[in-house]
């Protein structure tokens, strides 16, 4: 008798109608096979195999080069489920608009069957995927980005508790390109792009959409975060989870190369962009990294940036949409202070100085997370690790000190619920548009973000000794403009607060917005950094956090009355400590 799964794949076949159908063991050999395909009909390019050995080039169709957050939707029976920070179509509506996309989509191609685990192959918190895919790209990149093949063959058995994904290039065509999932059926289409975050399917669409419904109906959750060890001189090692927007230096946080090593404060990298995090029988929360791979932004990636994933992508890592320089080595903006001559963009034309960027802006790296020199030897334990402070961070120019800890689990929700970035000038030619992305997840939240909060505080109720919860900003610009924090190495020095505000033995301040630290209580050996700048630096302004205040309750109306109760007792608490600093 058939497998569900055989069964599914049965059905996706009649419907896109491929030349063959190949089932991903994961094995070198395979991976081989593919290699070898994708260099014959130019998929790949062969980059210098000497310095860059097992290394190739992707170019991406021109108009298929990053989410297209516009076509991706959440198709839920109730309009409100999906909430309003999401597009919605009816379930029904969605399949009678993208099935006929299908129709027929894989003639002439192959049809890969590609089985994966999201987490440790061991973990009893991971969960099966099945990506239908006919790129081989796909194919071969979601074998470095999860645990591909025989080995989730194996675990799933005869079982049906798997997240389908039917995936077809098509012609890639963004009118006909839709991103569409059914969390009440566990289900994903994606048509029309090969980018991987719309075409890796395992990653923010199984990863986050699909599980963040998941976990709330199960009691865990999934989120956007890096997460990341920090080592002390004693050698214990406490893990933290930190949630970034974009361009907020969150891989080179996860992966960073501490400042204080000398002092023997080392960061250990878990992963660098999900977390999914249960409570333990001790009531602690564990975190596993569902990945096995780094899918990373390359520009502006370099030695002083990001060591260790320099080095990590040496070796065995597909690039997309980075240019090539005359040696054929990958090479994009920001990585050395000079372009090279004789550069080759990102589309496969010539390049010269002064003209577009030879590298996308997003064009990417894909690299298994073993290879990283900082890689935590206890990246993949099955219980996952302990998560002692949970961070959320934005780029704000001039409201946000460097650091605060929020004073309790509620207060914290509402502190990560309420984080925010201001747009730069090089990105929209307006300076300073906030814009508000609750715990980094704006995007991929599967369901109402307001019922998103209230799981987040039901979370918190159900601990036996929550995270402690903190907000950094390592953007705040002084009046020059100039950025008032080295960052990069030197946020170890935040880190190292954290770990002794957690371990009840370093000194803070109260402020209406949290504890903020005392001068005395940062580590600032070898930091030429004046006492004025490091007053501006965790300086809380109550006029300006008044108007964020303001700010706030009208993004809170959003939510309707799906907004927890407490957020808005946050809120009023927020005003009447601003006001009673100011009546004073």
């Avoid at 991903?24 to 081989?32: F, L, P, Q, R, T």
């Avoid at 002794?500 to 803070?508: K, M, Q, S, V």
């Avoid at 300006?544 to 959003?558: G, K, L, M, R, T």
Wanted: hydrophobic share 40%; proline share 7%; charged share 20%.
């Amino acid at each position: 008798m058939a497998t569900p799964l055989e069964v599914w794949v049965e059905e996706s076949a009649k419907l896109t109608k491929p030349s063959q159908i190949v089932w991903c063991d994961g094995s070198a050999e395979e991976n081989e096979r593919l290699t070898k395909r994708m260099l014959g009909d130019g998929t790949y390019i062969a980059l210098n195999q000497t310095t860059y050995p097992g290394c190739y080039l992707h170019r991406s169709n021109p108009n298929d080069v990053a989410r297209t957050e516009g076509l991706t939707f959440i198709c839920t029976q109730e309009k409100i489920d999906a909430g309003p920070t999401n597009n919605w179509m009816a379930p029904a509506d969605a399949k009678e608009k993208v099935r006929p996309l299908f129709d027929g989509a894989m003639k002439g191609r192959t049809m890969y069957v590609v089985p994966y685990i999201m987490g440790p192959a061991a973990s009893p918190y991971s969960k099966i995927g099945v990506e239908i895919t006919d790129s081989p790209y796909v194919a071969a990149s979601m074998r470095i980005m999860s645990r591909m093949g025989k080995v989730a063959l194996d675990r799933l058995g005869s079982s049906d508790d798997f997240v389908p994904g039917l995936h077809s290039i098509g012609d890639l065509s963004p009118d006909r390109r839709f991103i569409v999932h059914f969390p009440e059926e566990k289900l994903i289409w994606s048509v029309g792009s090969g980018y991987g975050g719309n075409a890796l399917l395992g990653k923010k669409c199984f990863a986050l959409r699909i599980a963040s419904w998941m976990a709330r109906e199960q009691g865990w959750m999934a989120e956007h975060m890096l997460i990341l060890g920090l080592e002390d001189p004693s050698g214990k090692v406490t893990y933290m989870a930190a949630a970034f927007p974009s361009a907020c230096g969150k891989t080179n946080l996860a992966m960073m190369v501490s400042a204080l090593e000398s002092e023997g404060y080392r960061v250990w990298t878990v992963g660098d962009d999900i977390a999914w995090m249960h409570i333990a029988p001790d009531g602690s929360l564990r975190a596993v990294n569902p990945e096995a791979g780094f899918f990373g932004v390359a520009p502006g990636t370099n030695s002083r940036t990001n060591p260790n994933v320099i080095k990590a992508i040496r070796h065995d890592t597909i690039f997309t949409n980075t240019a090539m320089t005359e040696s054929r080595e990958p090479w994009w903006e920001g990585m050395d202070a000079t372009p090279p001559g004789g550069l080759t963009d990102w589309k496969g034309d010539s390049w010269s100085s002064g003209k577009s960027p030879a590298a996308h802006p997003n064009s990417r790296y894909t690299v298994p997370a073993w290879q990283s020199p900082s890689i935590s030897p206890h990246w993949e334990d099955p219980e996952g690790l302990p998560i002692s402070a949970l961070i959320f961070g934005g780029r704000r120019a001039r409201l946000a000190p460097l650091v605060y800890e929020s004073h309790h689990w509620q207060h914290g929700v509402f502190v990560g619920a309420t984080m925010a970035s201001e747009t730069t000038a090089a990105a929209t030619g307006t300076v300073g548009v906030t814009r508000r992305d609750p715990m980094a997840m704006l995007p991929f939240c599967g369901y109402h973000m307001g019922d998103y909060f209230r799981h987040w505080l039901e979370m918190g109720s159900k601990l036996k000794n929550p995270p402690k919860i903190f907000h950094v900003n390592w953007f705040r610009r002084g009046a020059d403009g100039t950025f008032l924090w080295p960052g990069y190495g030197e946020n170890v020095r935040v880190l190292k607060w954290m770990l002794h505000r957690i371990e009840g033995r370093a000194g803070a301040s109260e402020t209406p917005i949290g504890y903020v630290p005392t001068v005395s209580s940062l580590t600032l050996d070898g930091l030429s950094i004046s006492r004025d700048t490091l007053g501006e630096l965790l300086a809380v302004h109550p006029s300006d956090w008044a108007e964020e205040e303001v700010a706030i309750a009208q993004f809170f109306e959003n939510f309707g009355d799906r907004l927890p109760h407490a957020m808005r007792d946050e809120q009023k608490a927020l005003a009447s400590r601003l006001g009673a600093l100011t009546s004073h």
